[in-house]
């Protein structure tokens, strides 16, 4: 399990592949970057912050639920703060198994979170606006699919 808050930006394929290299007894490995996408309006940068500490402690929980629901060898959640233009990677997720399934499942679990509940605050900002946003309705119904109630 590795979490990751950082500022600097990252190469996906250089942290997918020493994440790969690191996991042992895996027979599949899932991945998924997210990217700062640009917005009607054209975005000048999107501002994300957190609160050093609460962040990482809530990203090691999540991970952890992760490794109780499924058989993972490995898994990683990097996500960035501060000033991100259009187009720089935003976070990653990446998971291992020895099937694919649990692999695939996991990811998604992560993401579903790092949407919904993942204590970031993100700000969109464009020549002539800035708005905070929000968690979306389809990602909070996402999110309620892995409740157990």
């Known amino acids: 399990m ?6 600097e930006s990252f190469s996906a394929g ?7 290299a690191a996991q042992t007894g895996a027979g599949a ?4 970057t997210g990217i700062t996408r640009d917005i009607a309006g054209g975005l000048t940068h999107m501002e994300i912050e957190h609160y050093p500490g609460m962040t990482e402690r809530a990203l090691t929980q999540i ?6 629901r499924w058989p993972l060898t490995g898994s990683l959640i990097l996500h960035r703060y501060g000033r ?6 935003i976070m990653m997720v990446a ?12 990811a998604e679990f992560l993401m579903d979170y790092l949407k919904s509940r993942a ?22 119904d996402a999110l309620a699919r892995w409740s157990s109630g």
């Open 14 to 20: 250089e942290v997918l592949e020493a994440f790969t």
């Open 84 to 89: 991100l233009a259009a187009s720089e990677p």
């Open 95 to 106: 998971t291992a198994s020895a099937h694919r399934a649990a692999a695939f499942e996991a």
């Open 29 to 32: 490995i899932v991945s998924f």
């Open 119 to 140: 204590p970031f605050w993100k700000k969109e900002v464009t020549g002539s606006d800035e708005s905070w946003v929000a968690a979306k309705e389809t990602d909070e």
């Open 2 to 7: 590795d979490v990751r808050v950082q500022e």
């Open 63 to 68: 991970s952890r639920e992760a490794a109780e």
